[in-house]
């Protein structure tokens, strides 16, 4: 590691034997005169820094600390010093490299560069009492670069693990200073280390009183914001780019925010500005197109998505999924799983395979489809688990129940404890007319997680559905609507579970309220049987036949409909 310093070292002694007088020895030795005694000088510095160097080469880090030491204190040079400190520390001998910048400052009182190596050094052996005076020597020396070196103070500190003691430093520091935003931020970002949130947010607004379109401070001021509430730092960021509207960033992070708030049509507004600025830009264009496409824009989305496709964006990937997951909806399973291909890693990859099965399963090629899955590699027991349930569900898609359950059963013969397993096996197990097999998996399931709330209403609902156990269904749905108050299909289970309890009034506003929060075709079946059983066959027949006519292929409501209107 140090064997560059050989040369520099050898070429530092001979400076320091020969001052400017090597051609004059090297003419008196050729005319025989006897050498004078900074001969031997330069013999023992030659020597003792190719000692020092050779040591550090060797590894032998004590012998290079002393000779480089000694060499020091005998020559006092500021150059011999400097290397001294820089060994000396670089072997975490602090108390012996500050020695040496003491005597390389008594040396050279006005070196910038000794303060410096001393102000590091007094970091590194966590001396921060007596950094302070060094830094605001530091400090005030370098009055063109105050603002840059104010913004450093932190960073220098980072490692410090005493954040109150870091924080009475920077305060001391930049307090001379607190006309200058830098200071405040300085201030202000120690706080936050210190966890004085208060102090920490006062001193921003400080910072920004001073420089009001100072991007990096109020995004600083929007993260602290946003440990208390998100929508303070929303508040806040919306305040500043509007007086700020080219500030990027801000409006990047704000734009951010409100998705995480789910505020869809305001995030969009600022994406579409930020497109507008930045058209170009995968970070922008990717979060537009997924915006486009919750909002159920299908167009912007796909004109948002094959653009990324010519940018630089490095998760191509997620794009072709997305993509093909768009013409599956429009019906074009062709152009789907060619871009379902495209697919060759990432989060997205297990579920474009399964994607692509299942079009293989509708083209009536099942074999295909299966082949597909058992030829894709899940790299983790996670991704395992996913082609396991996707073999499940596509031999359930093609009616072959007992086929998808063997599956199931012997994947948890090796993953007994799977909860996933567990769940879809005991689905699986009641569609192929084993509802004592769904008890059991769902019981075991219940005994490693108690609260998982669709475990708890998927049994409920068996019971209600072969109308046993009614109070004991009614109790776990209940306790899984607690748990998951706005899901509209356990609200539908509770619909149902009233309806066989005898409480038709109370499940028709039970089943009107899921129907509302979600007009599946299982849901209208239920609430078109319970309209039916209080004498409103007219709305009963209304409200079924239009649930078939948008899901033709529903076998629950295929079922309800055979039943009450043959």
Known sequence: MHAKYSVTALALCLALAFPGQAADKAGTAAKGTPPPATENILARTVFQSLLGEFALQRGDTRLGVDAWSDLAQRTRDPKVLARAVEVAGFARQYDRALALTRLWLEVEPDSTRARQAQSSLLVLANRLEELAPQMAVLLERDKANIANNLMHLNRMLARHEDKKAVQRLIDQLASPYDSLPEAHFAMSQAAAGAGDDVRAQSEMEKALLLRPDWEAAALARAQLQARQSNASAIAGLDGFVERNPAAREARLTLARLLLGEK??????????????????????????????????????????????????????????????????????????????????SGNQYIAARARSAQILLQQGKPDAARELLHNTRGGSAEERTQLTMAEAQLLRDAGRHEEAYA??????????????????????????????????????????????????????????ERNIRLDEAHDLITRALTLQPDDPFITDSLGWVQYRQGRTEEALKTLERAYRSKPDPEIAAHLGEVLWSLGRKDDAKRLLTEAARQHPDNEVLAAVIKKLLP
Not at 414 to 431: H, I, V
């Open 407 to 464: 599956v199931l059963a012997g994947a948890l013969a090796s993953q007994p404890d799977n909860p996933e397993l567990l769940y879809d096996a005991a689905l699986t197990a009641e569609r192929s007319g084993r509802p004592e097999l769904l008890e059991t998996h769902l019981k075991h399931l219940l005994t490693l997680r108690p609260e998982h709330a669709h475990a708890l209403n998927a049994l409920g609902y068996s019971w209600a």
């Open 263 to 344: 505020r869809y049509a305001d995030a969009r507004r600022h994406f579409d500005r930020l497109l507008k600025d930045n058209p170009e830009s995968p970070e922008i264009i990717y979060p537009i197109a997924m915006l486009s496409l919750q909002q159920g824009d299908a167009k912007t989305g796909r004109q948002q998505l094959e653009k990324l496709l010519t940018t630089d964006f490095a998760d191509k990937s997620t794009v072709h999924f997305f993509l093909g997951q768009l013409d599956q909806e429009q019906k074009k399973p062709d152009a789907a799983l060619e871009h379902y291909r495209q697919v060759t």
